[in-house]
């Protein structure tokens, strides 16, 4: 009977404690989402600084004096700069769904549409030769460059911008508030007509992604 009474009384002493806990949960989620958001931009930039060096790497590695350490700085190199795509294009890809639209201030349209952007550039890498097709190579610069725009713009003027002490203070004025109304979170309409735009162009990437892998050359 008193182990009864205690388990009871120790029961009654967490019970209080649990939605608390489902609020540091959810926070930690939110954080743990921000965070792909932002290494996915991270590698996304990486990868574009990456493809614009690549005219400068091409002239400087025959100042390499060992022909071994040029081999082996140029694949670290081309394995980064497009590794880094493919890596910023799949934790995007994960981005793009109703419920994390609801969690995080993902920027609307320029987020998702950026993501996309990067799929087709991608698609085009896959398809063409990037290295010795020019055409292909600046249709791929410009879409990689649009993407790259498109994440970073939506991340510093409606994700980071207009913080909290401005609107509260009254100075964040009409356009930093309309910026701010383009945050997933606080715009369902818009989240889900994004949704609806940016899904089935990504199910469209994937398909021409995976003909072009499985294509013999």
């Known amino acids: 009977m008193r182990k009864a009474v205690h388990l009871i009384a120790v029961f009654l002493m967490v019970l209080p404690a649990f939605p608390e806990q489902e609020g540091m949960e959810k926070s930690l989620e939110v954080w743990s989402l921000m965070s792909f958001f932002q290494l996915s931009l991270l590698l996304l930039l990486l990868g574009l600084v990456l493809h614009l060096a690549t005219s400068y790497y091409s002239r400087t590695s025959s100042e390499f004096k060992l022909r071994l350490s040029s081999e082996n700085f140029g694949i670290i190199f081309f394995l980064v700069r497009d590794l880094s795509l493919f890596a910023s294009f799949g934790i995007g890809v994960m981005l793009i769904n ?12 320029f987020v998702p549409l950026g993501i996309v952007l990067l799929g087709f550039a991608l698609v085009v890498k896959v398809h063409r030769d990037t290295e010795g097709d020019w055409n292909a190579r600046r249709l791929f610069m410009w879409l990689l460059v649009a993407s790259a725009f498109l994440q970073y713009f939506g991340f510093v003027f409606v994700m980071e911008a207009a913080p909290e002490a401005w609107v509260s203070s009254g100075e964040a004025g009409k356009f930093w508030l309309f910026l701010r109304g383009l945050r997933s979170n606080l715009n369902p309409r818009l989240s889900m007509w994004t949704f609806y735009l940016s899904f089935p162009l990504l199910v469209l ?3 021409l992604l995976i003909v072009g892998g499985l294509k013999k050359k």
Do not use: C, S, T, W
């Open 205 to 207: 990437v994937f398909i």
């Open 98 to 109: 109703p419920d994390i639209f609801g969690d995080i201030k993902l920027a609307l349209p």
